[in-house]
């Protein structure tokens, strides 16, 4: 039996010319892909709009995309000044000796396919595009929106973790447990936890446990619950594998937790909340408002004639 699993896959899945065509792109596009046809189910089985998916569609990809960018840009892209070239900034007698390239050169925001998203940031782009989608459009509420959502972020923080994989970034510390992952595009010498294969595991059972709850159990009566449940399976165990996953930037080192536990604590907190207000209020039975009023607008032609 092998004491660990060498790892070398090469992350171009093809090249076009000079383009390369990466598998965490791809597996991107797959995640986003499956993602929607899940809620194209889901809506059709209340009997939502036609144009519902197609307006969820447009503002989630560019919410999730636009969020998961800014998010890792800001969160975790702080180094050395002097390691950047700079020199520390000094204000109101403190100094700083972290700098921010992406606050030097912020065009560098735009250059998405050097790599660089992050899943907090994404979460944050996701909640602004539901609170824009449900104001402008569906006027539903964004628990409404992230209860069905949600199912489908499994399937692509699925993929995205299969793309890190592939990638061979983003993965825990040594193990001398026999799936540890020797991770040899990288230099390593010593197996490592592949921390990406555990967390497409969590993103799995919170697949089958929000499918479940839906569709058996019809938790979306409760608004919030498939949500709180979500952010619950999702960022506490994040929060956990923290502890084993190697730290992403040199800053975190002397941190109490890293920037991912702090990050994913807000998620837990509200996710305990939606759980228990949901559980708290009776399941909501009523017709949704987008069954009745074409009804209404029908009684109100009636009595004008």
């Given amino acids: 039996m092998l004491d660990f699993i060498t790892w070398n896959v090469d992350p171009v899945a093809f090249s076009i010319g000079s383009l390369q065509i990466r598998w965490y792109g791809i597996l991107w596009a797959v995640g986003i892909f499956g993602a929607y046809l899940i809620q194209v189910k889901l809506y059709k089985n209340e009997h939502c709009p036609d144009d ?15 969020g998961a960018r800014l998010g890792h840009c800001w969160f975790y892209e702080w180094h050395e000044a002097a390691a950047l070239g700079l020199q520390p900034v000094h204000f109101l007698g403190m100094t700083f000796n972290y700098r921010n390239p992406y ?8 250059k998405i396919w050097q790599g660089g998203l992050s899943s907090h940031g994404g979460a944050i782009g996701l909640i602004t595009a539901a609170i824009i989608l449900s ?5 539903t509420g964004i628990n409404w929106i992230f209860d069905r959502l949600v199912i489908g972020v499994c399937v692509t923080a699925t993929c995205i973790r299969f793309g890190n994989l592939m990638n061979s970034e983003i993965y825990g510390v040594p193990t ?18 592949p921390t990406q294969i555990y967390e497409m595991l969590y993103c799995i059972v919170a697949f089958i446990v929000t499918w479940l709850l839906y569709w058996k159990a019809k938790a979306y009566q409760r608004h919030g619950l498939i949500f709180g449940v979500f952010l619950e399976i999702i960022f506490f165990t994040r929060f956990c594998l923290e502890f084993i996953k190697l730290d992403q930037e040199s800053f975190e080192q002397n941190m109490f937790l890293n920037m991912g536990q702090w990050l994913s604590l807000p998620f837990i907190i509200w996710g305990i909340y939606l759980i228990v207000n ?15 009023a074409p009804q209404q607008n029908s009684k109100n032609k009636k009595e004008k004639k």
């Fill in 52 to 66: 519902w998916t197609d307006k969820l569609f447009t503002y989630m990809v560019l919410g999730v995309i636009i």
């Fill in 176 to 193: 001398d447990m026999p799936w540890g992952f020797l991770f040899v595009r990288n230099g390593d010498t010593l197996p490592c936890h």
């Fill in 278 to 292: 949901a559980l708290r209020l009776p399941p909501d039975t009523a017709t949704p408002v987008w069954l009745t």
């Fill in 103 to 110: 606050i030097e050169h912020p065009l560098e925001l735009l």
């Fill in 135 to 139: 104001k402008k459009h569906f006027h």
